[in-house]
C-alpha cells in the first residue's frame, strides 16, 4: 500500500506506481463497498466510485487517500496514514543521502524544495499525485 516505505521502484515510471496504488485503493472499495466507504469518509459519491474503477481524480488528496484505505480493517485512521506515509518519505530520504533540493531536481512537478519540504512534513497539504511523484523520486535513489 502507498503508505509502506518503498525502497525502490524495480523499473516502474511514476504512472504506473499511481495505477498500482489505485488498483489498492480500488480494491479497497471493492472490498467494502461504496456505501461504507462514503460512510467512513468525508468524500463525495463520485470520488468514491472513480477510486473504485481505479480513476483517481487529480484533485485527489493524500488525506482523501488514507481515508479510503483506512476503511480496510487493521489499517490506521486517516491522520495516521498520512503520518506514516510522510515519515516513510523522510526516512527514504535519509537512507538515500538526499535532501529537498536533490527531490526537486528529480521531480517532474513544478515545486520548489521549499514546497516539497512543507509536504513531506506535513505543515502543507499534499495532492496523492504529489506524493507519488515525490515517492518516485525517493524511492528511485535508494541504495
Known amino acids: 500500500m502507498f503508505h509502506d516505505q518503498r525502497h525502490d521502484v524495480d523499473g516502474l515510471t511514476v504512472d504506473d506506481l499511481r495505477d498500482e496504488y489505485a488498483q489498492d485503493l480500488a480494491a479497497v472499495v471493492d472490498e467494502h463497498g461504496v456505501d461504507a466507504v462514503l ?13 473504485a474503477d481505479a480513476d483517481l ?30 515519515d516513510h518519505l523522510l526516512l527514504g530520504m535519509t537512507t538515500g543521502v538526499m535532501d529537498v533540493d536533490a527531490v526537486e531536481s528529480d521531480l517532474a512537478l513544478d515545486l ?7 509536504k513531506i512534513e506535513r505543515r502543507a497539504p499534499m495532492s496523492f499525485d504529489e506524493y507519488v511523484h515525490i515517492q518516485h523520486v525517493i524511492a528511485s535513489r535508494q541504495p
Open 39 to 51: 460512510d467512513a469518509t468525508d468524500l463525495d459519491r463520485e470520488t468514491v466510485e472513480r477510486v
Open 57 to 86: 481524480p487529480d484533485d485527489l488528496s493524500l488525506q482523501d487517500a488514507a481515508a479510503v484505505l483506512s476503511v480496510r480493517d487493521g489499517v490506521a485512521d486517516p491522520d495516521t496514514v498520512v503520518e506514516i506515509a510522510c
Open 112 to 118: 520548489d524544495a521549499k514546497e516539497v519540504q512543507q
